[in-house]
């Protein structure tokens, strides 16, 4: 299967006839016709795929689902697909995030176009995740002092510097900064910053006075 394709929309007809379409092209496909059971469907680990959202629904809007989904950290990507759009309500969906804006009735060929897109995007995203979970793990097996070092470095403090501020000898610092290169599998300073900056330890522009 290509994917799987969330489908929101209180108009049965319309989530019958994309459904259709959907499967199709291959498509895995689950219904809602609110937001509130697309919401208690996604209790469990999130699957991989995208959201086909409608704007107007009884309930929850879907303006108003996608602001719950990003409070739920989810990184499914959202189509907005609706017969009800203006333009105030496109520019808060994309800013939010919004994969696409597509107004019905939607052409088959350009809605599984927004569908690739979006289904790649979560790849993607998914993929990046991965990689910061990865080195969240491994910045966790520092030990305090390595903890301290690795957080003086990043910040583009030179050991001369860093051993003034724990108190300790250059050399010791030294030690300290090879175990942390090895430990979070890198091999230079700029994949050290580059990381922290990923993992929102330090802000891209903190180091670049010292």
């Not at 209180?10 to 219904?31: I, M, N, P, Q």
């Not at 309930?59 to 719950?68: A, C, D, I």
């Not at 793990?137 to 510097?161: C, H, M, S, W, Y």
């Amino acid at each position: 299967m290509p994917g799987l394709v969330y489908i929101v929309d209180d108009d049965a007809s319309f989530r019958t006839a994309v459904e259709r379409r959907l499967k199709l092209a291959g498509y895995e496909v689950e219904k809602h016709s609110s937001a509130q059971a697309l919401l208690d469907s996604l209790r469990g680990p999130e699957r991989p795929g995208c959201v086909l959202l409608d704007i107007r629904m009884p309930g929850l809007t879907g303006l108003e689902l996608q602001s719950r989904l990003i409070e739920l950290q989810s990184i499914l990507p959202i189509i907005f697909v609706t017969g009800h759009a203006d333009t105030p309500t496109i520019v808060r969906a994309i800013r939010a995030g919004a994969e696409d804006f597509l107004i019905k009735p939607v052409l088959s060929e350009q809605l599984i176009d927004a569908i690739e897109r979006a289904l790649a995007r979560h790849e993607l995203i998914s993929i990046q995740r991965s990689k910061l979970h990865t080195k969240l793990a491994l910045l966790e097996t520092l030990t305090p002092r390595e903890r301290q070092v690795f957080d003086l470095i990043v910040r583009g403090k030179i050991n001369k510097q860093v051993g003034r501020e724990l108190g300790t000898t250059e050399r010791t610092v030294k030690a300290h900064r090879h175990e942390v290169m090895e430990k979070m599998r890198v091999h230079s300073l700029a994949e050290l910053v580059s990381i922290a900056e990923r993992l929102g330890l330090i802000n891209s522009n903190e180091n670049s006075g010292s």
